[in-house]
């Protein structure tokens, strides 16, 4: 009797009943903004190769921050406004990307109610090949970001912004962005950190997709 109950179960499971439908995040791309080998890049803890991450996701996972409001630490960027964070124009041309000022700066998208995520996008900037510094984002319940702090991704290995130092490594910005495992994070706000580049000390966002349901 017990066999048989386990037996069902099973058969279940492998007819789909049960597992969730999973399917792997095919991100829509810009166009590339340059060709061939970027320049040498010299800066501390840089990737030595991109590498995609292959990022499962249930059926109906969307991205949630389509038009979704933005705030920042900078609330008059210097080029570009903060909308343009979720307007899903990716492009890397002018017109498509938002200035912030030097130093530490955010941006923060709220998705309007928690959200179970599997997967962030990010375009920083990629008409020219650049390192961003201290990369850091996180998913929180709280708007000020104080309590329930979820980090998804920490670039800032030595902890120069002060927010605890990070394992993952820098990254030479191209058309492709950066995609990022959320790993099923639960949280209603989207906050990214950056701390100017190997380009200039300015901050620079084109968009920000978040994968959830
Ligand atoms: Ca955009
Ligand atoms: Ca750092």
Redesign the pocket.
């Given at each position: 009797m017990n066999r048989m109950i386990v037996f069902t179960v099973a058969a279940l499971v492998a007819g789909g009943a049960v597992a969730e439908e999973m399917a792997k995040l095919e991100l829509q791309l810009p166009a590339p903004q340059f060709a061939g080998t970027p320049k040498t890049i010299k800066t501390p803890n840089l990737e030595r190769e991109a590498v995609v991450p292959e990022i499962m996701v249930p059926a109906g996972t969307a991205n949630v921050a389509a038009g979704k409001p933005v705030t920042s630490s900078d609330d008059f960027p210097v080029i570009g406004e903060l909308?343009?964070?979720?307007?899903?124009?990716?492009?890397g041309s002018d017109g498509?990307?938002?200035e912030l000022g030097p130093e530490l700066q955010w941006v923060q998208i709220d998705l309007g109610e928690a959200k179970t995520l599997y997967a962030i996008a990010l375009?920083h900037y990629h008409a020219q090949a650049r390192a961003y510094r201290d990369v850091i984002i996180q998913v929180s319940d709280d708007a000020g970001f104080a309590g329930n702090v979820q980090t998804l991704f920490n670039n800032d290995h030595d902890n120069s912004s002060g927010l605890g130092a990070g394992k993952d490594k820098e990254y030479i910005e191209t058309y492709m962005g950066k995609l990022i495992d959320a790993k099923g994070a639960k949280g209603r706000y989207v906050r990214l950190y950056s701390n100017g580049s190997t380009g200039s000390d300015m901050n620079h966002?084109?968009?920000?997709e978040v994968f959830g349901k």
């Open positions: 909308e343009y964070l979720t307007d899903s124009d990716k492009e498509s990307y938002i375009w966002y084109i968009e920000v």
